[in-house]
């Protein structure tokens, strides 16, 4: 739907409100116009329509999942994606990871005043166009204004429910000795996009981010009775950062096999440029499944046969101490000790 195409079917034309104004976040007819003609006309859904302060929806047998996640990215757009799309891969990930088939999602706005509307339509189709990917519903949401100067234009929140089927564990209570941790996919394109978009740094080749729904490839492995002990989403902190989580958390140790772990080239030489661990960079549409040995090369063919998780390998094992560490066997063979940064390698990354 292109923007103009919104324009013109809004019975008083948005160019005559081509900014975000105070009004707009103000309970009156300006925020009841944005309302219905962007967010309402987009995410149109029957839970949705019965306009409430928040949605009613019936569950099955099992358990509930609930999370809740903040966007408050740097730039808005980056190649691959932007903070609206970002927005619903991030959260319905995040459901995934706890064995759920994510259901529903509301959205909060936090817009500032002078943003352009027609930047604003861009993300919430985006948003849309990604919800409706996943075969998620925007149920319910909010919007404020903020004065002009005081939000980088837009900040979305969002929270999620799914469906966790009875008997599925899946944590770091379950991981055994032995395990194989598999990984999705190439690692750090996403946090080497962002950092390139803000700084408009010109690298040999184009570096779009990864952000992306893993719903169908987590679901593939449960729906083939595969085993799954423990799966986490490798964002803010990387690879690095999940495995030392899970390793504390499971009183057990890591080791993971560098050579086995994907990281593209232009990736990597853009790393080394920068200084940065590709162990440790962001990724928005990859992660880490721990599986029992005699599960792995299944798990891995269920992975391989989606396009978001076609590059999966096994990364890693899981061994019984010292506990809480995590190792790298490095290319030359030798060994050393991952752990988490001590700072931010790179804020507002999602």
């Given at each position: 739907m292109?923007?103009?195409?919104?324009?013109?079917?809004?019975?008083?034309?948005?160019?005559?409100?081509?900014?975000?104004?105070?009004?707009?976040?103000?309970?009156?007819?300006?925020?009841n116009q944005l309302l219905e003609k962007m967010f309402l006309a987009e995410f149109d859904n029957e839970l949705l329509g019965a306009r409430h302060d928040g949605a009613r929806f019936p569950v099955a047998e099992g358990e509930m999942a609930f999370t809740t996640d903040s966007f408050v990215v740097k730039p808005l757009f980056f190649p691959g994606g932007n903070i609206g799309s970002l927005a619903v891969h991030g959260t319905v990930n995040d459901l995934s990871m706890c064995g759920a088939r994510p259901l529903y999602l509301s959205a909060g706005f936090i817009l500032e005043e002078g943003l352009a509307m027609e930047t604003l339509w861009q993300i919430v189709h985006a948003m849309g166009e990604a919800a409706r990917e996943?075969?998620?519903?925007?149920?319910?949401?909010?919007?404020?204004?903020?004065?002009r100067g005081k939000g980088d234009g837009v900040f979305i929140n969002t929270a999620g429910v799914g469906l966790v089927p009875s008997g599925r564990n899946v944590g770091p209570d379950q991981v055994q000795a032995g395990d194989v941790i598999l990984v999705s996919g190439d690692l750090g394109r996403h946090g080497m996009a962002i950092l390139g978009a803000r700084q408009a740094l010109a690298f040999e080749s184009a570096i779009e981010s990864d952000s992306a729904s893993v719903i169908e490839p987590v679901q593939a492995l449960f729906e083939a009775g595969l085993e799954v002990h423990c799966l986490r989403d490798l964002t803010r902190g990387g690879l690095t950062s999940a495995m030392v989580e899970i390793a504390r958390d499971a009183s057990l140790a890591i080791e993971l096999e560098e050579a086995k772990v994907p990281v593209?080239?232009?990736?990597?030489?853009?790393?080394?440029?920068?200084?940065?661990?590709?162990?440790?960079?962001?990724?928005?549409?990859?992660f880490c499944a721990i599986v029992p040995e005699a599960a792995a090369d299944q798990a891995l063919e269920v992975l391989k046969s989606f396009e978001v998780s076609a590059g999966a390998t096994a990364a890693g094992r899981v061994q019984s101490g010292p506990a809480g560490v995590v190792s790298l066997r490095t290319a030359i063979g030798a060994r050393r000790i991952l752990d988490m940064l001590s700072g931010e390698q790179l804020p507002r990354i999602c």
């Open positions: 292109e923007t103009q195409d919104f324009q013109l079917q809004c019975p008083i034309p948005i160019s005559e409100y081509p900014q975000v104004l105070m009004a707009h976040g103000g309970g009156g007819r300006l925020m996943a075969g998620v519903q925007i149920v319910t949401g909010d919007t404020k204004v903020v004065d593209r080239d232009d990736v990597r030489a853009a790393c080394e440029i920068l200084g940065l661990d590709p162990f440790y960079v962001a990724n928005e549409g990859r």
